[in-house]
């Protein structure tokens, strides 16, 4: 399918009032860039930006192999300016292409102007970041430079995710400006026009410490879950979920797969672009509305960042938090939490109601008294090939996991490599595009037919394969572009507040609240809420512990990191930006907040959960023992009944009173089974769970 078909371009409105171009189904995320004809100049243009960026990313992501930089090692500060350069000039010739299929001609300038700056600022800052950061004086073109980087990264960040991030920006920038004039303790000296213009554009800001020690790392994930997409990973999802014997299995199969996905990918955002034009349209064929498709989607989007590898990213934020831990004792530790939101990911998706249902509820045979859909999966798979043998589907499978576990064994097996992270991660990418490229020619050479049934010549299969890795390039540049302008937004507000010490003041409250941990990790989600909205899940988790938790005190085991993280995890469809969901919902005739509500059911738990890891560290124990399967046991139950609390239908002859009633009790009995504090009152109210689920049942 091609990624681009410029007469097929519409413009329509935004969440926010503002017009978005795309096509119907948003084809640039869709399909394989070389099956149906040439692609046109614009998409030519982007596919070589494209290119470009991420040749540009792998060659100085290897300095072992190639030695760049002024003293033969590439600065950190160098990358992240180069890298943030790259981006931003791709997201703007993108947008100008975009503009210009669309007709507006105006816009087109505007973003071809962004892009030369981009690129001109970038560069600048590049040649004289030494100077400009140790020199005496600023001179005025190097922040004329900094407001113009600045700029950009504010209004990409507005048209990407909204007005809370950019307004976050705004206030923080106005806080350093007129610190002087506000009473204590919020008041500060404030900052001049040039060490504003030195924070956020030149000694960090947008080329802060985020961009610097994750922006590569994500990158890579993301151009791996790119790859998959481009090499056919959805066609093979899809299928998949065709084999199921019903359409609820269709729906977790769709589930579980987009949730692995967004475990490579690393970033909710990054999935729900990657997934939404092809996961929603698939999922709404089954029978879900359109809004309970795109929640279902960001749902599994969110959810998949609990899961590895990201958190192997994740776990490196502990390293310098958490003496004598290795990354294994935070993937074991990890394991019990994960097991019991994906669970329960799974079992809210029973409740999920299909069309026939809906428009019969009380009649439907094949919906159980519980709302569970059980009819079989006639027509599940319709539009799909059938000619997807479960060979073919086992040489996919062999295509996209085999160099997942050559990342572990380079990173995490083989010792005489000494590999660091991002060394494994190019690797790993490099071996995914030689298997995309290769699978396909030995498969043509051995005259075995291709997925649409018909046999190629090795030529024409490798001209495929060089199309599909072509539109991997292109969709990852594409995905990776809003979640880098995310993070250097936020990397500008926190450096802010570094400059004027007023993270002091957040940690003076982390030391009022420490007696009250709970507290803690209530201000946790609120900070991830409010300033984590579309960030990978590794900043995210690292900038609500900066915040929030860690704060509080020097933390002596792990409870404190994953409170962070599932704070930063939950937040993915929760307002007030509901980044995940705002994406799904682009696709269909529904809106944001509706699509965030869906998915906040489906993910009711995951909302509890930091609570309950705080309450009892031994849920996150590296070292499982009786104790943490008993606590981890007692959760489950817990978290099931505010599953059925959040997601369940009651019968229609109780009245609405009594519908909240059975509601509310059930969902608390599940608060307390999960998150209270006292061993003794979870297990009475994990008792009285069952007992009811038990009188139910009869």
Not at 103 to 111: C, I, L, N, Q, S
Not at 124 to 146: C, D, H, K, M, W
Not at 554 to 575: I, N, Q, R
Not at 593 to 618: D, G, K, N, Q
């Amino acid at each position: 399918m091609s990624i681009e078909a410029s007469d097929l371009l519409t413009v329509r409105w935004g969440n926010r009032g503002r017009p978005i171009v795309t096509a119907p189904s948003e084809p640039e995320y869709a399909g394989s860039a070389s099956r149906n004809g040439e692609p046109s100049d614009e998409t030519l243009a982007v596919t070589v930006a494209a290119a470009c960026l991420w040749a540009g990313i792998l060659y100085v992501s290897h300095p072992g192999l190639v030695p760049v930089g002024r003293d033969g090692s590439f600065h950190r500060m160098e990358f992240a300016t180069l890298f943030l350069g790259g981006v931003l000039a791709f997201y703007a010739i993108d947008s100008c292409r975009r503009a210009y299929a669309a007709g507006d001609h105006r816009e087109a300038r505007a973003m071809a102007v962004a892009a030369g700056v981009a690129l001109l600022g970038s560069l600048y800052v590049y040649r004289n970041q030494i100077e400009l950061a140790f020199g005496a004086e600023l001179p005025l073109s190097a922040t004329v430079a900094a407001v113009a980087l600045l700029g950009l990264v504010w209004y990409f960040a507005w048209r990407e995710l909204g007005p809370v991030p950019a307004g976050l920006v705004g206030l923080a920038l106005a806080y350093a400006l007129l610190g002087a004039g506000l009473p204590e303790p919020l008041g500060h000296e404030g900052l001049a026009v040039e060490q504003l213009a030195l924070t956020v554009a030149i000694d960090g800001g947008v080329h802060g410490q985020f961009v610097q020690t994750t922006g590569l790392q994500i990158a890579l994930l993301v151009l791996y879950a790119a790859l998959v997409v481009g090499y056919g990973g959805v066609e093979t999802l899809r299928s998949i979920a065709a084999a199921a014997s019903s359409r609820l299995g269709s729906v977790r199969r769709w589930a579980i797969g987009s949730a692995l996905l967004a475990s490579v990918s690393g970033s909710y955002l990054a999935n729900a672009d990657l997934l939404r034009s092809r996961s929603v349209p698939a999922l709404s064929e089954l029978g879900l509305s359109d809004r309970d498709a795109a929640g279902v989607e960001a749902a599994a989007s969110t959810i998949g960042q609990v899961l590895p590898p990201t958190i192997f990213i994740a776990g490196f934020l502990v390293a310098s938090l958490v003496s004598d831990l290795t990354l294994t004792d935070v993937v074991v530790a990890g394991l019990l939490p994960a097991a019991i939101a994906v669970s329960c990911f799974l079992v809210a998706l029973r409740y999920v109601p299909f069309g026939a249902d809906r428009r019969a509820a009380t009649t439907d045979s094949s919906r159980s008294d519980d709302g569970a859909d059980t009819s079989r999966n006639a027509g599940a798979g319709a539009g799909v090939d059938s000619s997807r043998t479960r060979r073919v589907l086992a040489i996919d499978g062999v295509r996209f996991g085999l160099p997942l576990v050559a990342f572990a064994g380079l990173y995490y097996g083989n010792v005489t490599l000494s590999l660091t992270l991002t060394q494994a991660l190019v690797w790993t990418v490099l071996l995914l595009a030689a298997l995309g490229l290769l699978v396909p020619v030995v498969r043509s050479a051995i005259r075995e037919p291709a997925v649409d049934g018909r046999h190629r010549r090795p030529i024409a299969a490798l001209e495929d394969a060089v199309g599909d890795t072509a539109h991997g390039l292109r969709l990852g540049a594409l995905v990776l572009a809003p979640v880098v302008i995310a993070v250097a937004a936020i990397g500008v507000v926190v450096d802010l507040l570094l400059a004027v010490e007023a993270l002091e003041l957040l940690s003076t409250v982390g030391t009022t609240l420490e007696d009250w941990p709970l507290a803690v990790v209530g201000l946790a989600l609120v900070v991830a809420a409010v300033g984590t909205a579309g960030l990978p899940t590794a900043v995210g988790a690292a900038l609500v512990g900066t915040l929030a938790v860690f704060g509080a005190g020097s933390p002596s085991d792990l409870s404190a990191f994953f409170a962070t993280l599932y704070a930063a995890v939950a937040v993915g469809v929760a307002p007030p930006v509901a980044a995940a969901a705002a994406r799904t919902a682009r696709v269909g005739s529904t809106d944001t907040r509706s699509v965030s509500l869906t998915a906040m059911r489906l993910l009711a738990p995951v909302y509890v959960l930091p609570f309950a890891i705080v309450s009892h560290p031994e849920l996150v124990s590296p070292s499982p023992s009786l104790e943490s399967l008993t606590t981890a046991a007692v959760v489950l139950v817990g978290a099931l009944a505010v599953v059925y609390a959040a997601n369940a239908p009651i019968q229609n002859s109780q009245s609405r009173r009594s519908r909240w009633f059975v509601r509310t009790v059930a969902g608390a009995l599940g608060v307390v089974a999960m998150a209270y504090p006292t061993t003794a009152i979870q297990f009475v109210a994990a008792a009285v769970i069952l007992g009811l689920a038990t009188v139910r049942l009869r």
